[in-house]
């Protein structure tokens, strides 16, 4: 949505997306799928140096190696080869195949003591220009529990379906067809007058 809304004031521009620091929910699932894997957990690290480019204004073209670190904590089950998992983990196309990965092999209590929380966070940076002038705009995100953020969202966005539904709108939509005002508990009234 952020996307949207920074294009669309500034379209002779780019957008950066940076992920994290925090859990990738799908690449822990995928380390999961190795055999010999007991529990696993991936952290996606955003680049500084890249983070910093991209709020420069200058737009650079940034690769995939160069936004984001994976690093990953594994728990292996006795006997499993460590040296083939990590290979299979460095190797895996569409999750850590075009990335620094860190595979960091660990005991059962660390993981339960230092890696059970669900926390995420990122940033989408916008830079554009309007003549000669560069804007830069932002957005930031710091989860301590990405599913519960989640699950705030999809309350909203249900909580809009419910109000669209009673003002006669239906059909399949998504984020970008839905008018900002169905999303909050707040009444529209209360709205204009303490945010407008």
Not at 36 to 57: E, F, H, L, W
Not at 87 to 111: L, Q, S
Not at 158 to 163: D, E, P, Q
Request: with cysteine; proline share 6%; aromatic share 10%.
């Amino acid at each position: 949505m952020f996307r949207l809304l920074s294009s669309a004031a500034l379209p002779d521009g780019e957008s950066y997306t940076f992920w994290g620091p925090g859990v990738s929910q799908g690449h822990s699932n995928a380390i999961l799928r190795i055999e010999g894997v007991r529990n696993a957990v991936q952290y996606t690290i955003p680049i500084d140096s890249a983070i910093t480019a991209a709020r420069s204004g200058t737009r650079p073209k940034l690769e995939t190696r160069e936004k984001h670190v994976r690093e990953c904590f594994v728990v292996t089950h006795p006997g499993a080869d460590r040296a083939q998992i990590e290979h299979e983990i460095k190797g895996m196309p569409n999750y850590f195949k075009d990335y620094e990965t860190i595979v960091n092999f660990i005991g059962h209590d660390e993981f339960i003591g230092n890696h059970s929380a669900m926390p995420h966070g990122g940033f989408v940076i916008h830079s554009g220009r309007t003549g000669e002038n560069v804007h830069v705009a932002e957005l930031s995100l710091k989860l301590d529990s990405n599913p519960e953020f989640t699950g705030s969202i999809m309350t909203a966005y249900a909580r809009a379906a419910f109000h669209m539904a009673g003002d006669g709108i239906y059909g399949a939509k998504t984020v970008f067809d839905v008018p900002p005002i169905y999303l909050s508990p707040v009444d529209r009234l209360t709205l204009i007058k303490e945010l407008l």
